[in-house]
């Protein structure tokens, strides 16, 4: 079975930077991505880690640790548009995602 | 290109009765995906066509929920005798074979509230 854990709810301030953690337990693994999603839209890809490490895209770097099972997104300079949940999901075995609940982040000024 | 689109944007509907939604992917996505998302979780696998076959089928799509993707094209999802439980957001998500990693996209999604 698959099983993803990421916090519920965090909050930061306008301009500084915050790490949302996601753990996961999968019987296949193909690659973890992150998606945005603001209240009541669609989600937005964000990023995708298949190899462990760091990618960097402006503002966004995710980082994947296979043999542990995490991975991260973090967020730079944060703008009060930022707020929105924060998803985390697997890609095993099929071309399904499984979706951990979301992370919602308040940006605070 | 105007992205994954999905009709209506809202149903509101009483219990048993049958209601159908409609997804259109972006027009050169060959896979497609139904997502159900209630309130504070994330998106939850339903089905999956690549073309017109239905390729795979959650636990969770239970034999009131039917999808069709006639054509390989739309798609549409049924669902009959509502119940209650069925109220939810139903997103729908095209990708295309060929890329090197399956990023989805998603449309707007189609609010369900059972009465």
């Known amino acids: 079975g698959q099983n993803i854990d990421q916090p519920t709810e965090m909050t930061a301030t306008e301009g500084a930077i915050v790490q949302i953690n996601c753990t996961y337990q999968t019987s296949g693994f193909n690659g973890l991505f992150w998606y945005q999603q603001h209240a009541g839209e669609a989600p937005t890809f964000l990023s995708y880690?298949?190899?462990?490490g760091l990618e960097e895209k402006g503002r966004f770097s995710s980082f994947l640790s296979r043999s542990k099972g995490y991975s991260y997104l973090l967020l730079k300079e944060l703008q009060m548009k930022d707020s929105a949940s924060y998803l985390c999901a697997v890609g095993a075995g099929s071309y399904q995602l499984t979706f951990g609940k979301g992370t919602k982040l308040s940006v605070i000024p | 290109d105007t992205g994954v689109s999905q009709d209506p944007r809202h149903k509101i509907t009483k219990r048993g009765q049958n209601v159908t939604f409609r997804c259109d992917p972006i027009s050169e996505h060959n896979r497609l995906y139904w997502y159900r998302q209630t309130l504070g979780q994330g998106p939850e696998f339903l089905t999956y066509?690549?073309?017109?076959?239905?390729?795979?089928k959650s636990r969770l799509l239970s034999d009131r929920f039917s999808a069709e993707r006639p054509k390989g094209s739309f798609s549409t999802l049924e669902i009959q005798r509502t119940e209650q439980g069925d109220s939810a957001m139903y997103l729908c998500a095209s990708s295309r074979t060929g890329a090197s990693y399956n990023e989805q996209f998603f449309g707007p999604g189609t609010r369900l509230t059972v009465l």
């Open positions: 880690n298949v190899l462990d």
């Open positions: 066509f690549q073309n017109e076959a239905q390729l795979e």
